[in-house]
């Protein structure tokens, strides 16, 4: 990946192609066609990341310039670091596959242990749960995307910080001033920012996911144990996308085309879509860079 991220070679990924210049090479067959299956997806990861959607990009960029006044004049993200860099050892990050729902009643038994990072869409299931999450994050830009957190839930809010990319739509910003909830942006990392100079308000990945915001965030943070739960990235038995308490459903990407991968830790196999597959290729890839302990269940840690 790195490889093909890098000039010139990312100039030229429309011409690649791989030719067994050899006979002798025909006793590999097998690999080669399976390393040239690998080297396509991974072409076609690196493209997905510079976006698919010109109108998403301009959508992206308008809010941000909208939303630049916001952001600072609200605390920068290193006054964040500053006060909370190295407090706590472990994090949990909270995402919302189907499996969520079982992992709660342990997560709100041992949920002071931990900092817990909570994707928007979990915001409200946690709640329901009277769990506490230290940070909402949020990543989209879309109107859908901002009416996870248009109510607020007075039993978990007080201490949760709410920690926005500076592109998401206006009325994310609308509903956490309306009901004082503590928030920041971070700004999305483009050219145009880099050339401010405002280096305090950090810079978020663009991994186009939020559960890869908080990864960044956790490590940025200092935890050494990070814990993932709910980040199936695939579907359940039943096909169901989400759990029961989703704002939107349960099945809410259930029509999404669908291909099969292998499960984790490389037993079976289960149904995801192709961006997910997109999402878990990007948090793999960044864990294999750090030194610290990942794990998938809570159940794990809380046990050891």
Known sequence: ?????????????????????????EIYHEKILN???KIINIIRNVIF??????????????????????MVENPPLKNLWLMRNKKVKSAIIVSTGPSLSKQLPLLKQYQDRF???????????????NIKPDYVLMSERTEITSKL????YENIDKDTVFILL????????????NTNRKFLLIPYPTTFFD???????????????????ALQLACDFGHKNIIFIGQDLAYDKEGNSHPEDYVYGA?????????????????GEVYTHSIWNVFRLTIQNYIAQKKVLIFIMLQKVVLE
């Open 195 to 213: 050339k401010l100079n405002l280096l305090d308000f950090g810079k978020s990945p663009s991994g186009g996911t939020v559960a890869y915001n």
């Open 49 to 70: 990341y510079q976006g698919n959607d010109i109108k998403d990009a301009l959508q992206g960029l308008g809010q941000y310039i909208y939303n630049f006044s916001n």
């Open 35 to 37: 390393l040239n299956e």
């Open 149 to 152: 957190i248009e109510k607020n």
């Open 166 to 177: 500076s592109l998401v739509h206006p009325l994310s910003i609308e509903y956490l001033e």
């Open 1 to 25: 990946m790195n490889f093909f991220q890098t000039p010139p070679f990312f100039n030229f990924l429309r011409l690649y192609d791989l030719h067994l210049h050899s006979e002798y090479y």
């Open 251 to 267: 099945r809410y990407e259930s029509n999404v085309e669908r291909k099969l991968c292998v499960a984790y830790n490389g037993k």
């Open 115 to 129: 900092s817990i990072f909570c994707v928007d869409s979990a915001y409200s299931i946690l709640a329901k749960n």
